[in-house]
């Protein structure tokens, strides 16, 4: 198919409107990021990210010419060939999403599609039929204005985005594998159109992501709507399950005296199970896992139907956090009054995200057994000290306050920067030089012999 430039339209510039707007003008269509967020925009239209994002920057510079970020649907949804909606979808207080933001931006869309056809699409994480609801919406509003244009054609299409922040854009140039799902064939041609030059890798990779060897042509998954938004969550708490069954068997290992690294990665090699997602620690956190899980569970439920396994990968990875306490406490003892240093804020590295991190668990769990908690984090401090109040007089700006007189040291987030700490200077820093490694990252034996008690999370 041959190549051909269109018009985009984002609404909303979290991780995956952004991601998805600078990399499709990256690619080179036409593309306007409309955000309510006047300050978002600003920040934006001067060339600075809101987020911490590797490579975005870079990226945001070289896609400059054919981007534009707007508070104004109308100076993105009009003349678009495809309008993409990727605000956010907070839990509900029951586990459902809330769908507020989606509706509110259907209805400014409708109000301002104005020519013969245009692909509106779900980039949210959405539940599945929500596809149905927004067409309806769409419908509605678009059917109340008094000045809609005559022939002016619309379809809602879902194209699930599978990055994971910190690798936002490696991701989105080179994924897996790019799933679109409509129930109008026209809008599954515009969106295989629009993606052509990922699924035919023929844009030159910029010099801040190498291009994987391997990549060939993308697999391009294009199928019903129902199917689409589904395939979403499925790959989601799949990953999430895979985690919480390494963190199932970490804790059997410990008890019955196997490694876990060693039993993961003799698992792993089993093509038919893979190596990734299998690290077993602390457990997952940030804004998708727990969310999705959740959600998925919920519209079970509207079904009348459960699901079990999803549940149980819920209920391992809620545990995890207990357990690193737990192992803390088995090792001091009384926890009262003792100074408690977390390493890592963030959910994971290379992202200053904190929603759900296991941190701010662990840290609560410290705080209410009488702990004095100190927490550092080499990228997310300002954005912990804003939205953490609770917890901001904790947060040691630097690593050596952190270490100072503590009784134990948790690495709770793997940042390249603690595995390449120069651990022999800190471990005489401390009153008791434990240290529990909630990522089974660090070399237990040469920790030991710079004079660590070294713990793992499981065996
Ligand atoms: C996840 C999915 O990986 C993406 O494919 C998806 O697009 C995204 O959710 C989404 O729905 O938007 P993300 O939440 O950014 O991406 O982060 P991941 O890299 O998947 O990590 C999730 C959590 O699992 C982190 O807390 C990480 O520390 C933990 N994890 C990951 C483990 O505990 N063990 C592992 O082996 C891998």
């Not at 039929?129 to 005559?150: H, K, T, Y």
């Amino acid at each position: 198919m041959e190549e051909r430039y269109m018009k985009v339209c984002v609404v909303g510039t979290g991780y995956v409107g952004l991601t998805t707007g600078v990399s499709l003008a990256f690619l080179g269509h036409q593309v306007t990021c409309v955000d309510l967020d006047q300050h978002k925009v600003d920040m934006l239209n001067g060339g600075r990210c809101p987020i911490y994002e590797p490579g975005m920057d870079e990226l945001l510079a070289e896609a400059a010419g054919n981007l534009t970020f707007t508070t104004s649907y109308s100076d993105g949804v009009p003349g678009a060939d495809v309008v993409f909606v990727a605000v956010q979808t907070p839990s509900a207080p029951d586990g459902s999403p809330d769908l507020r933001y989606l509706r509110s931006a259907a209805e400014s869309v409708a109000g301002n599609l104005d020519h013969d056809f245009t692909v509106v699409v779900n980039k949210s994480t959405v539940p599945i039929g929500s596809g149905n609801w927004v067409d309806a919406i769409l419908r509605e509003s678009f059917a109340q204005r008094a000045d809609r244009p005559a022939g002016c054609e619309f379809s809602v299409a879902s194209n699930p985005e599978f990055l994971r922040e910190g690798n936002a854009i490696h991701d989105t140039l080179f994924p897996d594998r790019i799933v679109i799902g409509s129930d109008n064939p026209r809008s599954l041609e515009v969106l295989n159109q629009l993606y052509r030059p990922i699924i035919n890798q023929t844009f030159t990779a910029p010099s801040f992501s190498p291009r994987p060897d391997d990549i060939g042509a993308v697999p391009l998954v294009s199928t019903d709507l129902a199917s689409a938004e589904l395939i979403k969550y499925a790959a989601n708490a799949f990953l999430a399950l895979k985690i919480s069954y390494a963190n199932e068997i970490g804790q059997l290992a410990a008890k019955v005296g196997a490694d876990i690294t060693e039993v993961t990665r003799g698992m792993g090699l089993d093509q038919r199970i893979g190596s990734r997602f299998l690290q077993a620690g602390v457990g997952w956190g940030g804004s998708c896992f727990g969310k999705d899980t959740k959600a998925l569970i919920a519209t079970a439920a509207e079904y009348n139907y459960s699901m079990p396994i999803v549940q149980a990968a819920r209920e391992v990875n809620d545990r995890q956090r207990l357990i690193a306490v737990e192992r803390l406490q088995d090792e001091l003892r009384i926890l009262k009054g003792r100074k408690i240093g977390l390493l890592g804020v963030a959910f994971k590295p290379n992202t200053d995200d904190l929603r759900d991190s296991p941190s701010l668990d662990i840290a609560n769990l410290l705080l209410a057994r009488g702990a004095r908690v100190r927490l550092h984090d080499p990228i997310a401090g300002e954005r912990f000290k804003r939205e953490q109040p609770d917890l901001a007089p904790y947060f040691s700006d630097t690593i050596d306050a952190l270490f100072d007189d503590c009784d134990a040291v948790v690495l709770v987030t793997e940042w390249a920067q603690y595995l390449e700490l120069d651990w022999s200077k800190f471990v005489g820093l401390m009153r008791t030089p434990i240290l529990l490694d909630g990522r089974h990252v660090l070399d237990a034996d040469r920790m030991a012999r710079l004079g660590y008690k070294y713990l793992a999370i499981a065996g």
